[in-house]
């Protein structure tokens, strides 16, 4: 439960005492483990009859599988059999995978020519397995801006909007509506930052016909890695928000009736380093397994050759003696009046049983009407 008012004022006071007196903090010891413990950022995970599989972000997608969601995780080479005749030499960011009408399906960014260092756009790529090869599909990306120097595509992003940066779109997502719809959830990079949707053909490999994309919320700050899911209360969606280098970055929710208009939002904070003690707790995931649970993949920065978070204020990406890197956590989320809640943390398998750790709840943080701004259709 938060501690608060004076009782959180003197929790203040103490550690200021104590940092004084012992310096830098240490790692805390009674925060969550990773269930795999290696760089392997922004994952995206799936359920398979043979287990799970996740995707990370890096060279043409690396990846990980496991029988049970508390590992062993086992990790492999890069799935993305070849970059598309439109992009150029880079990482491939934060994918999305869905099994759609028999085929894998991969929604990656890549980088392109035309937006400089960063700029990317969307494309997708199929295989037979989850664990790839995957194939780009198409000679053109799904998803790119007009400005691009790519072939056009299919969701060009007209008309323009001169108030975003030239720098690209990435974080692509998929989502089955209720009616079996599907669609495209993705961010306009930069600041401002938009997330935005657009409809897909039946098979998940294109645009449908007619289909333009529509501006769900926009931030003035950084929110990303959307991630869509339907309850009977409503649409949740969950997005990282922050500086992806440091501890402070965290995992919002906000919850819509309607799947287009997110203009009267709810908002709160699913995962922040208060209530979880992770560094920069991000880039989740949501995967529904065949026994009902719901777990939320995410990462987190690991320090100095353990696994516990690292601490402390900096870009972990910018202190190499620190050795930090994005490792991935697993939890349970249970929906209370339609809000994720964290049940509990997986621990990786072979943990000593009767963690503490498993039996906290954090409860959704308040919520406030979205301060992240409702976009127009």
Not at 176 to 185: I, N, Q
Request: glycine fraction near 12%; hydrophobic fraction near 40%; charged fraction near 20%.
């Amino acid at each position: 439960m938060p501690i608060r008012g004076a009782a959180r004022l003197l929790v203040l006071l103490v550690t200021a005492c104590v940092l004084a007196v012992s310096g830098p903090a240490l790692a805390r010891t009674d925060v969550p483990r990773p269930v795999l413990d290696v760089d392997f950022p922004d994952p995206a995970v799936v359920s398979t009859p043979g287990g799970l599989v996740a995707y990370a972000t890096g060279d043409r997608v690396p990846h990980a599988w496991s029988r049970s969601a508390d590992g062993p995780w086992r990790r492999g080479g890069s799935l993305l059999a070849h970059r598309p005749s439109w992009s150029r030499e880079g990482g491939v960011w934060a994918v999305d995978v869905a099994r759609v009408r028999g085929h894998w399906l991969l929604y990656f960014a890549t980088p392109v020519k035309g937006m400089g260092e960063h700029g990317r756009c969307i494309g997708v790529a199929r295989s037979t397995s989850a664990r790839g090869p995957f194939r780009p599909v198409g000679s053109a990306p799904l998803v790119c801006p007009s400005y691009a120097a790519t072939p056009t595509a299919q969701d060009p992003l007209l008309p323009r909007d001169p108030t975003l940066p030239r720098a690209g779109v990435i974080d692509p997502s998929w989502f089955r509506d209720a009616d079996g719809s599907t669609y495209l959830l993705y961010k306009t990079d930069r600041r401002p930052a938009t997330v935005r949707i657009v409809a897909l053909a039946r098979d998940g490999q294109s645009v449908r016909t007619g289909a333009s994309s529509v501006e769900l919320v926009r931030s003035a700050g950084v929110l990303e890695n959307p991630v869509l899911a339907q309850r009977p209360e409503g649409y949740v969606l969950l997005a990282s928000e922050g500086d992806w280098t440091r501890c402070g970055y965290r995992t919002r929710w906000l919850r819509s009736t309607s799947l287009l208009d997110w203009s009267l939002a709810e908002t709160g904070t699913l995962l922040d380093t208060a209530t979880t003690g992770l560094c920069g707790p991000g880039g989740a995931d949501l995967v529904d397994l065949p026994d009902g649970r719901t777990l939320a993949f995410l990462h987190g920065w690991t320090c100095r050759g353990t696994s516990l978070p690292c601490t402390g204020t900096g870009k972990w990406d910018h202190k190499p003696a620190a050795r930090g890197h994005r490792a991935m956590y697993a939890a349970q989320l249970d929906w209370v009046g339609g809000l994720p809640v964290v049940a509990g943390w997986l621990d990786p398998r072979g943990a000593p049983a009767g963690d503490p750790r498993l039996s906290g709840r954090t409860r959704p943080g308040p919520s406030t009407r979205s301060t992240v701004a409702g976009g127009a259709r």
